[in-house]
């Protein structure tokens, strides 16, 4: 087994995790089989119990496994399937250590961080590591693993983690270098070249710094990955292959990119794949050098970066200050925006904006959230938990319902759209969620049997879950190419109450897709609509670039007025001037390769995720 490890230094938000999965992919076109592992130093257990402000988005595993958003773009950018034991975290590691400690697995000894907690961090990467990951039989042959946190050398030059619960990580991966031997581990080291727009000059001291604290913490780079808004300058790669001891071919430049897809175009182009495979010995496949083939990555950048005609999608949601919180929300609509030729615009909608109070305290607030959402070619409502700006939620299904607006509602969102069809049609006005209104004498929604109120931790109803299509007439069946069921994976504690859908369905709300039990609603329609659609799973979660999302692509093709010569297809997943494609389960097939010229574009100022904000939206 090859281990390549990615670190960051200077600061956060540097783009580790799309640098790992750009790394992934180069070495996937390579020829070689790619798994991952994502290290989180905080003590939770896992991502489920954090705020999206926290972190951003939990991103859900086909195990139920609640993780970090950065298993998220492993996922999507190597078409793998993830275990929650690929997301390691103190608490999980130390738990462990407990454990075995209250076992007697230590036979009497004094447990300590060195060497028992770090001993079990690298047994833990050498067990996930060999797991496979893309449907086939036996181990991987590499596995990145992004360390998270941030190296620094302070001012009094003592080296030091960012965080300091990031220390027994990398000691422990100082150990396992040594473990795993020359020629099995390759550093990788994300840092960042600033320019001081005083003097307009690329600055390396940061870096120099990065890489020191790195080597006081007994780990040494082999190559550097440096973050730019522009082309690194050429005395400023050698400065830095001089000050931190990394050979000049070895120094990789990330500089900003028009989208995240051209970023495993970026290491190719710099022959990063040669210098990561030198490292590892894996040049040659008996007497031939092993070259990326990336002919789809270089169509799909090129595709997005041509896209003109916009189509706008209203986002409403309460987390919408941190777009991170809808992060796998986005890159669905992207995936369906590309697929559908369309340049995607998310307006970001806040739902407490757009409730009747915010009138009146913060009438300009209320008034552009309502003129976003009504200038908007669909409606998308996100998951998510508690009653601030539910309010909202169900105002923003109502003028998609009214007004023949496409909507999409996932998990919550399907929830609240439930509750607003049972106030507004079946003049139920105290229709609610018992999450909201325990008391309520409507009780639309309800706490799952199974649920636990006392334990919030892992109590969900998690992971992928087969559901069920009642005929193939309506329109998310045959989104998913006239499929009798389909699994998608789920997060929510709360579902529709099966003892009130036979009154909804007599006014006219369909629920066309049923868990095996038949009593847990998992999709809704409304027949009449030209495209209202809830799902109580996530639907984001499985997206890929090249296999979108079939409900996505579907609120897509609505908001561009494309929906009819979609569903015309008998397969359900096409864009329009391509090979359909059908699906299973939720998983799109590749379509056929056509030949494809890429175009040479100079790289755009922008964020590293390829994102463009524009006042309150984002275009991509």
Known sequence: MKYVVVSGGVVSGLGKGVTASSIGAVLMGCGLRVTTIKIDPYLNTDAGTMSPFEHGEVFVLEDGGEADLDLGNYERFLDIKL???????????????IDKERRGDYLGKTVQVVPHITDEIQDWIERVAVKPVDGKEGPPDVCVIELGGTIAHNDSGISDAGDIESMP???????????????NFCLVHVSLVPVLNVVGEQKTKPTQHSVRGLRGLGLAPDILACRSTEPLEEHVAAKLSQFCHVPISNIVNLHDVSNIWHIPLLLRD????EAILKVLDLQRIGKV??????????????????????????????????????????????HASVAMERKLVV???CSCDLEDSAAKETPEAHQKAWKLLKGAGGVLVPGGFGDRGVQGKILAAKYAR???????????????????????????????????????????????PEGSKTQMGATMRLGSRRTYFLGNNCKSSKLYGNASSVDERHRHRYEVNPEIVPELEKAGLSFVG??????????????????????????EFKSRPGKPSPLFLGLV?????????LLQRSCGIASLNSTPRCTTNGTVAPPVKKPYTAVKKKPLKSLVNGYYANSNGIQI
């Not at 095996?516 to 409304?526: A, F, L, N, Q, Y």
């Open 402 to 448: 009214e007004n023949n607006v496409p909507y999409l509602g996932i998990c919550l969102g399907m929830q609240v759209a439930v509750i607003e069809f049972a106030r507004s049609v079946m003049k139920l006005s105290g229709a609610n969620s018992t999450e909201f209104d325990p008391a309520t004498p409507s009780p639309c929604v309800i706490f799952m």
């Open 289 to 334: 050098p092993r070259e990326p083939k990336l002919a789809e990555w270089t169509e799909r950048a090129n595709k997005l970066d041509k896209l003109k005609t916009p189509v706008k999608i209203a986002m409403v949601g309460k987390y919408t200050s941190l777009s991170d919180s809808y992060l796998s929300v986005q890159k669905a609509l992207l």
């Open 83 to 97: 275990t929650r034991d690929h997301n390691i975290t103190t608490g999980k590691v130390y738990q462990a250590v």
């Open 270 to 273: 710099q022959k990063a794949h």
């Open 169 to 183: 990580f990398i000691e422990a991966l100082g150990q396992f270098s040594y473990r795993v031997g020359i020629g």
């Open 347 to 349: 307006e970001w909608v």
């Open 514 to 539: 049923k868990d095996e039990s038949g009593r847990r609603m998992e999709i809704i329609e409304i027949p009449n609509h030209d495209f209202f659609i809830g799902a109580q799973f996530h639907p």
């Open 557 to 565: 093709a609505a908001a561009s007025g494309q929906l009819d010569l």
